[in-house]
């Protein structure tokens, strides 16, 4: 458990020097500890180091997450695969919802977000890879589904997200999150105004933040293997 503040701060150190070696600007890297099957202890941890930003896969499991941690002003990312008859509680419950690959999910994450909350934060989930059967847009569904996203009062497009295949060099990482960073230059010339490239695991976070990562979701190298 003692690991689990010596990862974040490795960690942290490891963002600080990616961005400065590929001329990002401090702080432009925000790190989403991925707390999924991890247990509420372990979670306390990261919060007592500092950690404000979490990601859950599984809504089941995140709400009583949420409920115990209430008071800590923490700020939740859905990261996993959205069934229509979730998107209430997760619109009731989350500040952003990351893997939305559907105008149908989309609209029901605005219906079901309250109008006293602010709006959602979304990114569209990239299969950027184009696997067969993984979740996500094909890169020419991008731009149709940003824009009529932008329209839902109660979303806020931030930008795109994706789960590369798993390459092992740093230059076939940097490849692929280079081509979902393109997407979202080429969405900034339509005048859609995103802001967040949500790529990069506890494996090639590295390379993510070389091509331009606003968001890496990283879950093992922070508390160990589910
Ligand atoms: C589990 C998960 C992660 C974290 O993966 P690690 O390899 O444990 O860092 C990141 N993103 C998504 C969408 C995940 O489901």
Redesign the pocket.
């Known amino acids: 458990m003692q690991n689990i503040q010596k990862n974040l701060l490795k960690i942290k150190d490891d963002i600080a020097n990616g961005e400065k070696t590929h001329g990002r600007a401090p702080g432009s890297v925000t790190l989403v500890a991925?707390s999924?099957a991890q247990s509420i202890e372990k979670i306390k941890i990261a919060v007592a180091s500092g950690q404000i930003h979490f990601?859950e896969?599984y809504l089941q499991e995140s709400l009583p997450k949420i409920t115990t941690l209430a008071t800590q002003k923490l700020i939740w990312h859905y990261?996993?695969r959205i069934q229509s008859n979730k998107t209430k509680q997760i619109a009731a419950n989350f500040a952003w919802v990351?893997?939305v690959s559907s105008y149908k999910i989309a609209e029901l994450l605005d219906k079901n977000r309250q109008s006293t909350m602010p709006p959602l934060n979304i990114c569209i989930q990239v299969n950027i890879s184009q696997e067969e059967g993984k979740a996500g847009v094909l890169v020419d569904e991008i731009l149709p589904l940003a824009q009529k996203i932008m329209l839902l009062p109660k979303l806020k497009l931030r930008g795109l997200m994706a789960?590369p295949t798993r390459h092992t060099t740093f230059e076939k990482q940097f490849a692929t999150f280079d081509s979902l960073a393109l997407e979202l230059k080429e969405l900034q010339k339509y005048g859609i105004p995103v802001d967040t490239l949500s790529m990069g695991?506890?494996?090639d976070f590295a390379a993510a933040i070389a091509a331009g990562a606003t968001n890496i979701?990283?879950?093992?190298?922070i508390f160990g293997t589910?």
């Open positions: 991925v999924k990601g896969s990261i996993g990351e893997a789960i695991m506890s494996d979701r990283i879950g093992t190298a589910r």
